[in-house]
């Protein structure tokens, strides 16, 4: 089915609406006595980009053989467990006179809520994906909570469902944990959850490796960090606008040969999935978008960083954030006329510059420049979760059957695009994009979708 069909019968179905019953909430502390310190978190933790909450949503089935147990009293359990281990994580967040964040560990805990809901599981549109019906009513999130200062820097609700299945939602404080470490947090919560007494990867604090030097000095030139102005052209549509809104669109493994096949054979063997999709897309959102062929447009790729360090290995157990989002460059109109192959080049290349002095460069910008936040204006941040391990998250009712980001743009900044792993409704695996557009540009990004697709010499 086409994009732009697809668009509009979901349009015209209609959406589900649910009551949730929620108790009040609760802070879960660690099981056990934690140092009581101060910690202070890394200059690339630090940056103006990352002091956001960012929500996650994972739904489990009903397991027969597990009928008697409880994965509310389960997970908080377990939360409690590894807080002992990860116990930064139950502290609060406070700001130095120099913006510099540190975490007081105080033992208060994190903010966890219990829940009922009045449906099944099989009465969510399938194949599960976002926007997801009422997602308010799944991660309730109390005034007092908002901002990442002096808040507890995990929300956790668990919902239990009618049929015996539940859904597990978060929200995390991105200063403490990038998706890697975020992933390596709940899988700790969810060995414990299976029986385990410690996690299988110890935690390691180690901030210190991504502070910036002294004096800094920075080596690169860091494009996404460039301020740019609006112009008056309606190129900032996407700047500037209130009404967004969110899709998915599924690209499984004929959408994807569909695009391979318009790159030369050589490129087509070299670039991955992730490079080749985040091209297409790149060059479908700045033609929707219809921006001023001479301005610059920027599609900037968050890569991990863990494997780059060379003079030393990076420790395996390390939870704070360690990537850079390299930026992608060009004019919107050599993006929109050259071929698809432009694109992929300028991707690649991008993402090829992250290395160990790419970061060190980074934290010394940071420093440097008083922390600035990465370039909103035409510009597109994408993430790649489909090998994070969201999916694989195990509390003992077994793997999730949808597991990742609950929202496109991550609630914060619109124009942040998610690759999520999933299947079609037929059990094809592939990549699910999240995005968030100005609602009266949907359905010329999925048009411009279909029409790149369909020029494609694969559907000849």
Not at 104 to 113: A, E, K, R, V
Request: hydrophobic share 40%; with cysteine.
């Amino acid at each position: 089915m086409a994009f732009s069909q697809q668009l509009e019968l979901e349009s015209s179905s209609p959406s589900l609406v649910y009551s949730v019953r929620r108790k009040r909430p609760e802070l879960v502390a660690p099981a056990k006595p934690t140092p009581r310190e101060t910690k202070p978190l890394s200059d690339i933790d630090c940056q103006e980009g990352l002091r956001v909450q960012i929500p996650i949503i994972q739904f489990y089935p009903h397991q027969p053989s597990f009928t008697e147990k409880d994965p509310v009293q389960v997970i908080k359990h377990a939360l409690a467990q590894a807080l002992v281990f990860y116990y930064p994580l139950a502290g609060r967040l406070k700001e130095a006179s120099d913006g510099k964040l540190l975490v007081d560990c105080n033992h208060q805990g994190l903010m966890f809520i219990e829940a009922d809901a009045d449906l099944t599981l099989h009465q969510f549109p399938h194949p599960l994906k976002p926007p997801f019906p009422c997602f308010q009513q799944l991660l309730f999130q109390p005034p007092a909570s908002q901002g990442i200062i002096d808040t507890p820097i995990f929300l956790i609700q668990v919902t239990r469902l009618k049929c015996g299945g539940f859904i597990f939602a978060l929200r995390f404080n991105h200063v403490m944990v990038d998706g890697v470490g975020l992933v390596q947090f709940l899988s700790a919560v969810a060995e414990i959850a299976r029986g385990a007494e410690q996690p299988s990867v110890q935690p390691e604090w180690r901030r210190e490796l991504l502070n910036a030097r002294n004096p800094p000095r920075v080596t690169f030139n860091h494009r996404e960090y460039e301020q740019q102005l609006p112009t008056d052209s309606n190129d900032d549509d996407d700047a500037v606008a209130t009404d967004f809104e969110q899709r998915s669109f599924f690209f499984g493994p004929t959408e994807l040969a569909a695009i391979r096949s318009l790159l030369p054979s050589d490129l087509n063997q070299q670039a991955t999935s992730f490079e080749v999709l985040t091209s297409y897309v790149w060059r479908c959102r700045t033609r929707a978008l219809q921006m001023d062929p001479k301005e610059d447009v920027r599609m900037m790729c968050l890569m991990d960083a863990r494997g780059k360090f060379e003079k030393a290995e990076f420790p395996a157990g390390y939870y704070g954030s360690c990537f850079a989002f390299p930026a992608a460059v060009a004019s919107a109109g050599e993006l929109c006329e050259k071929p698809l192959e432009y694109a992929v080049r300028l991707v690649r290349d991008a993402g090829g510059e992250v290395s160990e002095e790419y970061m060190h460069s980074v934290a010394d910008l940071m420093v440097s420049e008083g922390r600035p936040l990465f370039t909103t204006v035409r510009s597109c941040l994408v993430l790649d979760t489909t090998e994070a391990g969201f999916r694989d998250l195990d509390f003992g009712w077994g793997k999730a059957l949808y597991g990742g980001m609950a929202l496109a743009g991550a609630g914060v900044f619109p124009a942040v695009n998610f690759h999520v792993p999933s299947q079609n409704a037929v059990g094809e695996e592939g990549v699910l994009l999240l995005v968030s557009l100005p609602n009266q540009l949907i359905k010329a990004f999925a048009k411009e979708l279909d029409h790149n697709m369909h020029a494609s010499p694969y559907f000849t």
